[in-house]
């Protein structure tokens, strides 16, 4: 049988789903490119560099932009989201090839954002040996996903979109494509979901091990936890993936929900991975300051450790200068109770051979911090050196 063969009765070949990929695409990626552009700001704001899960998730924006003008450009107007018959003869074959360029930036773009994510991880938080075993496996699971999803569906691989061609066929002797579809979706599917369940799960453990507030633990979960929506956005794309009808020749209609899908979970997953970064921005909308004063006073053994990890992070920094990785001004910035990363980051970073100074409960300038408990709260105060280098 010619593919596609004649339509059957009853279709009505002026729908047209176009619009509804290219509304939700442009907003979830519009949201996308302003949360990448504002988790740039912000380490511009606190005068911290880009570290590498910064560079991740910009390059992963680029993909997913191809990803995106790929399927609104090139296979919307070949007829991709009309009934095939409604489309240009050509419209399976375009519809194969686009699929196929597709898959690859969606693959790459999301392996991006999820090594983005475990990169932060490695950069925040205390790096023990099985720490450095458990996220090298992670990244490993998420690179190898994005391969073996990449790699040849079709030998030769340009059969996987020469079979639809409706002038030039290849003769069906010369070429092999013995991928099922539903199989190879599930298995591309699976190892994404649960990658992504690890990924989520992987810092509750150091959470809940802080010596904070019951509230302020389920709140820096939540912070964490955001990329639980993606999860969803990914479970419904496999519910659609598995409801397409393979038997039938209209795949440029039938594929169209599910692409829809696919590109918000591309789309919502940057926006979830930059959204713990955007602390300094929500403190100068809210407060106008990045480092708005905080009104929470610790106790005791709040104080103690605060001047511990205080003492920790100075000793760090002399043997460290431009070390990007404080584990414990981390602790400290989490004891604020709104998982204030740049306020650990601040304490991390250095600018021309110096660390910015920093609001949390009182003024601390790391590297010249001088800490003194009183009774149920403590105080910093700035060293006379720290001062007269900054002409205070």
Not at 60 to 74: D, K, N, P, Q, R
Not at 139 to 149: F, L, R, S
Not at 232 to 261: G, K, Q
């Amino acid at each position: 049988m010619d593919f596609p063969g004649p339509p059957p009765p009853g279709i009505d070949l002026s729908q047209d789903r176009s619009a509804n990929l290219i509304g939700a695409w442009s907003s979830t990626w519009g949201m996308a490119v302003i949360a990448v552009i504002l988790r740039v700001s912000c380490r511009k704001l606190v005068k911290v560099r880009l570290w590498l899960d910064d560079w991740l998730i910009i390059i992963s924006l680029l993909f997913s932009g191809g990803f995106m003008f790929t399927v609104s450009i090139y296979m919307v107007n070949n007829g991709f989201c009309k009934h095939i018959w409604a489309g240009p003869p050509e419209a399976g074959r375009d519809w194969a090839l686009g699929l196929f360029t597709t898959e690859f930036t969606y693959t790459v773009a999301l392996c991006l954002v999820k090594l983005s994510i475990i990169t932060f991880y490695w950069r925040i938080f205390i790096i023990r040996l099985v720490d450095k075993i458990i996220l090298g496996i992670l990244a490993g699971m998420v690179i190898c996903w994005g391969m073996i999803t990449s790699v040849l569906q079709c030998i030769p691989i340009s059969a996987l979109w020469n079979q639809f061609d409706p002038i030039n066929p290849p003769d069906p002797s010369t070429f092999e494509c013995s991928v099922k579809v539903h199989p190879f979706f599930i298995g591309k599917a699976v190892p994404h979901i649960a990658t992504d369940i690890l990924i989520l799960i992987f810092p509750l453990p150091y959470i809940w091990n802080l010596r904070l507030r019951l509230s302020q633990k389920i709140a820096t979960s939540f912070i964490f936890g955001l990329g639980i929506f993606v999860t969803a956005v990914s479970i419904t794309r496999l519910v659609f993936v598995l409801e397409l009808d393979l038997n039938s020749p209209d795949v440029t209609w039938n594929e169209c929900t599910e692409m829809i899908w696919t590109g918000v979970e591309t789309y919502v997953g940057t926006v979830c991975a930059c959204l713990p970064s955007l602390k300094p921005i929500f403190n100068l909308v809210l407060y106008g300051s990045v480092y708005p004063k905080s009104y929470y006073r610790p106790n005791v053994s709040d104080a103690e450790t605060i001047h511990e990890i205080a003492e920790a992070a100075k000793r760090r920094y002399y043997h460290q200068h431009r070390d990007a990785s404080i584990p414990s001004a981390y602790l400290f910035a989490s004891m604020r109770g709104a998982m204030d990363l740049h306020t650990f980051e601040q304490l991390s970073g250095t600018e021309a051979g110096s660390v910015r100074s920093v609001r949390s409960v009182h003024e601390f300038t790391a590297g010249d911090i001088e800490m003194e408990s009183h009774g149920e709260g403590f105080k910093g105060s700035r060293s006379d050196e720290a001062k007269r280098q900054d002409g205070t």
